[in-house]
C-alpha cells in the first residue's frame, strides 16, 4: 500500500519515562478513511502512542507519521487538519454552546458549518444553552463538536464515551459512524470492547507497551488456536451444556449424531464466535 493511502504510520515507537519503558517498539499504520481502535488495560501505553501522533509528547525513538507530517515538529498546517477529542475539556462554562463553537469557527480557514456540527455532535437543542448547565455528556459532545469544527481529516478520540449513559453513547456511536461516512479517519482508544467491536475497521491490543494482536474485530482470535468456537446446547432433561472447540463442524456433527441415536432434540443450540471481548480477556490476562 502506498504511503499516501495511509493517514498514520507508526514504525519502531519507543518512549520512555526515566527508567520506565512505557511503548517498546509499537508499528502500524491506519488508512485513510478507517476508523482504528486502540485497546489495552491501564498503563498499556495507549495515551503515550496517541499523546506522540497528536504531538503532545516527544517520542524516545521510532519514526511516526502523521498525514505525511512528523508530529512533533507541531505545523500549522497539520494542527488544522487534526480534529481531538481530549479525556476532558471542561472549559468555557459560561459562554453558551453555539457561541463557543462559532468562536472556534472563527480560528479556521475553512470550518465546517456550525449547525451542522452541532446536528453531527447530538447537541440539537442545546445551541443557547450555557456551558455550565449542560450534563457530563453533554459536554463530551461539545469537546466532540469542538473537534469536528475546523472539519479535520483525521481525528484522535480518546475514550469518547467515558461517563456516558447507554443512550448518549449510542448517540456518539452514530456521530462517529457519520464521521466514517463523511471520509474521515477516526483514531479510537477505548476500554469498551463493545464500542471498538462495532465501530472500529481494525483494532490492536496492547499490553505493556506491545501490541499483541492486530485486525479486524470480527476476524482477531479465529484461527489463531487461542480462542475458540463455543457450542451451547440443552440436553434432554433441560440441562445447559456448553463446550469450546476449535472444529465446530466435526463438533456438531458428533453431538447430534449421538442426540438422534438417542432419541432426543438439542434445544437452544447455539455455535458462537470468539467476541472481541473473550479475545481481549485470553491475551491480557
Ligand atoms: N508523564 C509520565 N511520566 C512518567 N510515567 C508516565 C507518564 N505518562 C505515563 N506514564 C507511565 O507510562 C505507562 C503507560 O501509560 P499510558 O498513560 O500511556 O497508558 P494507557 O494505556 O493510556 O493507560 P490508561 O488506559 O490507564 O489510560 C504507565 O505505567 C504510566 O504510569
Given amino acids: 500500500m502506498s504511503s499516501s493511502n495511509l493517514a498514520i504510520e507508526v514504525r519502531g515507537l519507543r518512549k520512555s519515562y526515566g527508567d520506565l519503558e512505557a511503548v517498546r517498539g509499537v508499528d502500524f499504520s491506519v488508512r485513510r478513511g478507517e476508523v482504528y481502535g486502540l485497546l489495552g488495560p491501564n498503563g498499556a501505553g495507549k495515551t503515550s502512542t496517541v499523546e506522540i501522533l497528536e504531538g503532545y509528547r516527544e517520542r524516545t525513538a521510532g519514526d511516526v507519521s502523521v498525514l505525511g507530517f512528523d508530529p ?66 453533554q459536554l463530551r459532545r461539545l469537546d466532540f463538536a469542538l473537534a469536528l469544527v475546523g472539519d479535520p481529516e483525521l481525528i484522535f478520540l480518546d475514550e469518547p464515551t467515558t461517563g456516558f449513559d447507554p443512550a448518549a453513547r449510542r448517540g456518539a456511536w452514530d456521530t462517529i459512524r457519520s464521521l466514517k461516512a463523511l471520509g474521515k ?17 481494525r483494532v490492536a491490543i496492547i499490553k505493556d507497551g506491545r501490541i499483541l494482536v492486530e485486525g479486524a474485530p470480527s476476524e482477531l482470535g479465529v484461527g489463531s488456536g487461542s480462542v475458540r468456537y463455543r457450542v451451547a446446547w440443552r440436553n434432554g432433561s433441560g440441562l445447559l451444556n456448553q463446550q469450546e472447540t476449535d472444529d465446530p463442524t466435526t463438533f456438531l456433527h458428533e453431538l447430534t449424531t449421538a442426540a438422534l441415536a438417542r432419541g432426543e432434540r438439542l434445544d437452544s443450540l447455539s455455535v458462537s464466535r470468539p467476541t472481541l471481548e473473550d479475545v481481549y480477556l485470553e491475551l491480557t490476562a
Fill in 185 to 201: 479517519t477516526v483514531l479510537l482508544t477505548t476500554h469498551y470492547l463493545d464500542e471498538a467491536q462495532v465501530l472500529a475497521d
Fill in 72 to 137: 512533533q515538529q507541531r505545523a500549522r498546517e497539520l494542527r488544522a487538519r487534526v480534529g481531538i477529542v481530549l479525556q476532558s475539556s471542561g472549559v468555557y462554562r459560561h459562554v453558551k454552546v453555539k457561541e463557543v463553537l462559532e468562536h472556534f469557527a472563527g480560528l479556521y480557514a475553512d470550518p465546517r458549518d456550525v449547525d451542522e456540527v452541532i446536528e453531527l455532535a447530538g447537541l440539537r437543542g442545546k445551541e443557547d444553552a450555557r456551558t455550565r448547565t449542560l450534563s457530563g455528556g
